[in-house]
């Protein structure tokens, strides 16, 4: 089994009781929402990442405040030629603020969209997991960094391979 391993740091945005969320574009060419954020290049510092993919992805400059906590997820996926991957990604969480810039759609990228919205709403919407750890720990702020409470995903492969997000 192929061992992966995916490092990406995101921001959660929340001003005027609504959260900034980027739609994302799987791989079966479903789309759901999540936190604005991604891949950590290689020798790329994670406070420079989020910076540089909320931008990308929304169109806003942010300042990241805080530290909120690191979250890993881990499941398999099938490979071609019947090979099984098994992928762990890791996503440092920011809290950070919008100082600039305007709202916009991320253009040849993994997401197609980008918008605030209520949180009273995040319920309802069809969004990953990493909205919910990141809206934990942004409420909760436990001193480990970890969000407690969040379910493991099932260890079903996700359509088409691993996710971008």
């Not at 936190?35 to 510092?45: F, K, V, Y």
């Not at 319920?123 to 720990?137: H, I, K, N, S, Y």
Request: proline share 8%; aromatic share 6%.
């Amino acid at each position: 089994m192929k061992q992966e391993l995916r490092v990406a740091a995101y921001a959660v945005c929340v001003r005027d009781e609504a959260i900034l969320l980027a739609r994302l574009t799987l791989r079966d060419g479903s789309k759901r929402w999540t936190l604005p954020g991604g891949g950590i290049d290689h020798g790329e510092d994670p406070y420079d990442t989020v910076i540089r993919e909320v931008e990308e992805e929304t169109g806003f400059a942010i300042e990241p405040t805080s530290l909120l906590g690191v979250d890993s997820q881990r499941h398999t996926y099938p490979r071609r030629l019947g090979a099984t991957a098994d992928f762990q990604s890791l996503r440092i969480v920011y809290e950070a603020e919008v100082t600039g810039g305007e709202l916009r759609h991320e253009t040849n990228g993994s997401t197609d969209m980008a918008a605030w919205h209520p949180l009273k709403q995040i319920p309802a919407l069809d969004r990953v997991l990493l909205v919910d750890v990141g809206l934990t720990l942004w409420r909760e702020r436990p001193v480990i960094g970890r969000a407690p409470g969040i379910p493991e995903p099932h260890p079903a492969p996700s359509p088409g391979g691993a996710p971008r997000k």
